[in-house]
């Protein structure tokens, strides 16, 4: 039986487990997905442990996914986005990877939006907000980062106008700075928890308009007041929903290298929302 994980702190209400075990069904796997929950200065030792006792792989959640960057052999983009969500322990030695960033990408394009050549602002400089800036700018956008600490985003900007991976211009500023940026823009991407404990949103309803796509990274509750009000201005929306599944079709792929069950995951996580 092969083993896959979710290591964080804490785990206890990830829908990644239903979402996994679901496409092993699907494809008929002998394989089980698992929490795993240590004290942060257990961490190390756990992955160790997790390596011996040969798990196939592991998700890495909060607070971890800065850690795990230092103990594992990272991808580039992981490195640039300065955070690795899965760890593969098939090789010699660990290897890390970010499929955040591919999660935003792949709701894109199953939305049929195109994200090169547009101007995509990022509501957000923590860790969703980082993976959504590198995969925009990879995928051709120019990127305005907007996050309630100012000096945040602007440091993000400044990484994105320093990485040669990237030829964009992309720029940074406070919330304030949204007044300007999302009239102009067509890609929006909120990567804030707003929205999550309360009826929220990060950005004023005014400023939306029917050229935007918008994608929140938010995925509980699924449909978010920026989501609902996105919709009302004529965008086009897509729920966080999408993000989390398709990083996790991502991981599936990369541990296991078969095409991922994407309609049965999609339905586990569905269900549980
Ligand atoms: P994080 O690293 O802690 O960053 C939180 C971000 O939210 C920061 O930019 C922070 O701004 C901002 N923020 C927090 N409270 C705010 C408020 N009241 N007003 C304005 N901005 C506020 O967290 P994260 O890991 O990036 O996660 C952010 C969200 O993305 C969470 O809801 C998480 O569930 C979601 N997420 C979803 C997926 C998915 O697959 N769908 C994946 C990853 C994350 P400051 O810098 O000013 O503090």
Do not use: C
Not at 25 to 54: C, H, I, K, N, Q
Not at 101 to 120: N, P, Y
Not at 133 to 140: C, H, K, R, S, T
């Amino acid at each position: 039986m092969q083993v896959f994980g979710l290591v964080g702190n804490p785990v206890g209400h990830s829908l990644s487990p239903p979402m996994h075990e679901a496409a092993y069904d699907a494809l008929g796997m002998d394989a089980r997905y698992v929490t795993f929950e240590p004290s942060p200065e257990r961490f190390e030792a756990a992955l160790d442990g997790a390596d011996a006792l040969g798990v196939a792989g592991l998700n890495v959640t909060i607070p971890f996914k800065r850690d795990a960057l230092e103990l594992v052999d990272a991808d580039p983009l992981a490195e640039r986005i300065g955070a690795v969500n899965t760890i593969d322990f098939a090789g010699d030695t660990p290897r890390g990877y970010n499929t955040d960033a591919a999660g935003v990408s792949r709701s894109f394009a199953r939305h049929d939006v195109s994200l090169d050549g547009t101007d995509a602002v990022v509501v957000g400089a923590g860790g969703a907000g980082r993976a959504a800036a590198f995969a925009l700018a990879d995928d051709g956008a120019s990127v305005h980062v907007a996050n309630r600490t100012a000096s945040r985003a602007t440091a993000l900007a400044d990484e994105l106008n320093g990485d040669e991976a990237t030829d964009r211009v992309a720029t940074g500023g406070g919330l304030d700075s949204l007044d300007a940026a999302v009239p102009e823009a067509d890609v929006l991407v909120n990567a804030t928890s707003v929205g999550m404990e309360s009826d929220e949103t990060p950005v004023p309803s005014g400023l939306l308009h029917d050229g935007l796509a918008v994608l929140d990274a938010v995925y509980a509750p699924p449909d978010t007041r920026l989501l609902r009000e996105a919709r009302e201005a004529g965008a086009t929306t897509i729920d966080g929903a999408w993000m989390l599944l398709y990083q996790g079709v991502v991981a599936f792929e990369r541990w296991t290298g078969r095409d991922a069950p994407v309609d049965e995951m999609d339905a586990a996580l569905r269900s549980r929302l």
